[in-house]
């Protein structure tokens, strides 16, 4: 199953230093779906924060479960790429719900990062502006 995200809108972080996603993604078809990403935090952060992460711009966090938002790198970028890679991190945290505990891409190699199942999905995700669900 797949909830398409064609529709949804990105919308600018503003100047507070953290916000529920639902400030950043007008997506209502996802919150409908998974009432609980609404308030998934949502944080800005510098460089230094982005240690695993070989984008460097957008992370979601599973062990916490918030997404890092690097404000000074996002500014320069395309609207439409900033929401690709937002989509990107929400099928992460919807990876999370569904299957908690498995183990996802922090810590690993960038060849072990760039073919790990959850990243692949994450990656097909965007591409095409979905969010794919469990059936």
Do not use: C
Request: glycine fraction near 4%; hydrophobic fraction near 40%; proline fraction near 6%.
């Amino acid at each position: 199953m797949e909830i398409d995200a064609s529709n949804a809108k990105y919308k600018w972080f503003g100047s507070s230093d953290h916000a529920p996603l639902s400030a950043l993604l007008d997506f209502p078809e996802l919150y409908a779906t998974f009432p609980q990403l609404a308030d998934l935090p949502v944080r800005k952060s510098d460089h230094s924060d982005f240690t695993h992460a070989f984008g460097g711009e957008i992370a979601f966090r599973e062990a916490t479960n918030y997404i890092l938002w690097n404000d000074m790198r996002l500014k320069a970028r395309d609207e439409r790429d900033n929401l690709a890679d937002l989509i990107h991190e929400v099928q992460h945290a919807v990876q999370n719900i569904e299957n908690p505990g498995n183990p996802g891409t922090e810590g690993r190699t960038h060849a072990e990062y760039y073919n790990h199942p959850k990243e692949v999905q994450a990656r097909d995700a965007a591409a095409r502006m979905v969010i794919i669900i469990k059936p």
